[in-house]
DNA sequence: CCTACCGATCGGTAGG
DNA sequence: CCTACCGATCGGTAGG
């Protein structure tokens, strides 16, 4: 790639990464392109070389967060095979997606609530493929009953992305809630401890809670 | 009262219902005056004259929806004296508050977004007197057996503002994402059974599950 | 990548 | 409650 090619994508690359922040910050009507511009250090005509118009920034700050989801599910799957162990690796792995960078919820919370017509069908065009492979996981371990029986894969599914994504967007406002006690140093811990335990004990059969050691002979349990 | 101070009212009354429609449809930035204005039926500066500015309106609409979650709570609280059939009471009238109006879910969570350090101390001061309530509850079935143990009460209480909160407001969003059979008619029906039921299994010891009837003498419990 | 400039719309005021 | 008007800022263009 020549250099000056090379050049331009970097500028577009801070362009995007300016852009992400602000819009998740003041939403996409509150952040001008002049302050965008000036957080990149160039001026707004400049901004508009790169991207035409307003409205084809934020599709491009849409389009790089969802591509960074993408690079991070096959990374995720391969945690996924069911059973509680396996429930905290994928967990884990899907939470560090929003902690690397809580802009991240925050952006995709405000589309979803400024055009849903348009934001929800990109957005379940990506969830669908790893969304199928979760619920099949959780059909099985119904079959196995691992999984309570109860639980309807999809909708359980949709909650625990309302649950991560409004936590992590809205994570420094309802750490304060919770702060009443002004001694607690990261309330978010306790939250996101909580958040993982409210996902997980409402899809398994039994939690991991001590059993009240029922004198049961340990079992061989198969693959 | 003199019927123009009563007429003053109504039509103050009118401009918060319509600004709190559309500051939670476009949010604060994207809903100007002048569409407010139009709604109401009555130009600009007619509606400065009942909310000298933008920011007074904004704090109005603010007050008027905290005061009408003040009003449910009696009758949400009524219903807490927690166990699982209490449980399914007590949810579904907090649901209600969000049923109503799911505009107040999407104005809720934007300001939460937009100003989280003015907004949070705000709904703090309203959360705090029924979660601590419903903490006690929460602990005092810990120590009778029936709520999990490893419940942290703050922090659950937390988990579920966020899954009523996210889940009414992106409700339209989400259950595109989950409607991938076009067949099914009312997807936030599944929706909401499942959000209900990962709160509940979450909480309590055992599901809804045929308890093993371990014939314990009923115990006449003091204040 | 810049300076200079455009019409449109914003929140808010004057004055009645 | 209105008409008329204000400066500021918006997204976007011309031209280099």
Known sequence: MPPLERNKR??????????????????????????????VGI???????????????????????????????????????????????????????????????????RELLDRPEEVAPLVAMRVQPWSKIVCDYIRKGQEQG???ADVDPEAYVAQVINLV??????????????AQAPEEHDPSERLLREMLRVAKSSLFETGPAPAPARARPAIAGGA
């Open 10 to 39: 970097d500028v577009a690359q801070r362009i995007l990464d300016h852009a992400t922040k602000l819009f998740a910050r003041h939403g996409f009507v509150g952040a001008s392109l002049r302050d965008i511009a000036k957080a």
């Open 43 to 109: 001026r707004k005509p400049s901004l508009l070389y790169h991207f035409p118009s307003k409205d084809d920034l934020r599709r491009g700050v849409l389009e790089q967060m969802l591509a960074h989801w993408n690079h991070a599910v096959p990374r995720i799957l391969r945690a996924a095979t069911a059973g509680p162990e396996q429930f905290d690796a994928i967990a884990t792995e899907a939470l560090t997606f929003f902690r690397e960078d809580p802009d991240r919820a925050r952006l995709l919370l």
């Open 146 to 148: 691992r999984v309570r």
């Open 165 to 178: 994504l409004c936590g992590f967007a809205t994570h420094i406002s309802i750490s304060r809630v919770l």
